[in-house]
């Protein structure tokens, strides 16, 4: 009984004590790499989407999906370490950008992107069980060589002094179009949805009769969309009559019977229409944007 029960105590001292040294290895790894600035030693790939991409990394052979790739010597930032039982998640930022292309309209631009990279390198059991941090140091270092401070790593020879492509030479003269182009389709939106209003404004005055219940209605109506907030230009020109217009009050339209009913829905809903299209009419002339000057013409300028 004795026996069992020491071999029970064993177990779990065993079992608590692992977490424990895997604890203070991690931790150890941490002091040692986290804010590190390093040199890659292989080939890294990243999406450069925003997250870290994974590059799984067994010796120095390295697979991943990243669409961009790295070549050795790439200047890095380590940001976290994280242990696992048999591999070291290193995730790493790298400073120097990219440039990368886009289309909007007939226009190609580009933007500065900045890329994540995760390591996830595979290491022997045996370096995590014996909490031998130094050996998971060497077994790093084809991977990533680990400095001081980024001026040291920035004067090593294994540097790869990569800079971000150039901007294309005239695209100055891109942007500027691209202004103009933009603020003409924003107009011309604006302008679309002016002539709209107008049109469907136009059509109530063949839509209201001098019914009673209907005219009530349409009173009901009226006074409703009034107390709408119908937003700034980006909700005028998002959203329309169908998703801001309040539904008549139910106890009204109970108040009426059979096709009485249906004349004061109606009347509510052309009283909810004119407000909205007089409303649009008023405030979507205000949301035009200034057109700036076309490249080579400094005079010019327009809505």
Not at 76 to 105: H, M, N, T, W
Not at 233 to 257: H, W, Y
Not at 271 to 284: A, D, S, T, W
């Amino acid at each position: 009984m004795r026996h069992v029960f020491v071999t029970a105590i064993l177990l779990i001292v065993a079992a608590t004590s692992v977490p424990v040294a895997a604890g203070e290895l991690e931790r150890t790894l941490e002091s040692r790499w986290r804010g590190a600035w390093v040199l890659t030693a292989v080939d890294t790939l990243s999406d450069c989407a925003g997250t870290h991409t994974n590059n799984r990394v067994n010796g120095t052979l390295v697979s991943s999906r990243g669409r961009i790739r790295f070549r050795p010597g790439e200047l890095a930032q380590v940001g976290k370490v994280d242990l696992k039982r048999s591999r070291l998640d290193i995730l790493v930022g790298v400073p120097e950008p990219i440039l990368v292309s886009f289309r909007d309209g007939p226009f190609t631009l580009y933007n500065e992107t900045r890329c994540l990279i995760e390591l996830d390198v595979e290491l022997p059991r045996s370096l995590v069980s014996n909490d031998d941090a130094n050996g998971i140091d060497a077994a790093i270092a084809p991977v990533l060589k680990r400095f001081t401070s980024q001026d040291e790593a920035l004067q090593a020879k294994s540097f790869n002094h990569r800079k971000r492509d150039p901007y294309p030479a005239d695209y100055d003269r891109t942007l500027a179009e691209h202004a103009v182009w933009k603020a003409q389709q924003a107009n011309a939106a604006i302008q679309a949805r002016i002539d709209k209003a107008l049109e469907e404004t136009s059509r109530l005055t063949d839509r209201v009769t001098s019914d009673p219940d209907y005219l009530k209605g349409f009173a009901a109506g009226v006074e409703a969309m009034r107390a709408v907030d119908l937003g700034q230009c980006g909700e005028l020109m998002s959203r329309d009559f169908t998703n801001v217009a309040p539904a008549p009050k139910q106890i009204a339209v109970a108040s009426f019977a059979g096709e009485a009913a249906g004349r004061y829905t109606r009347g509510f809903q052309d009283g909810q229409r004119l407000v909205y299209g007089l409303e649009c009419l008023r405030r979507l002339p205000q949301c035009m944007v200034p057109v700036p000057p076309a490249p080579g013409n400094p005079g010019a300028r327009g809505y």
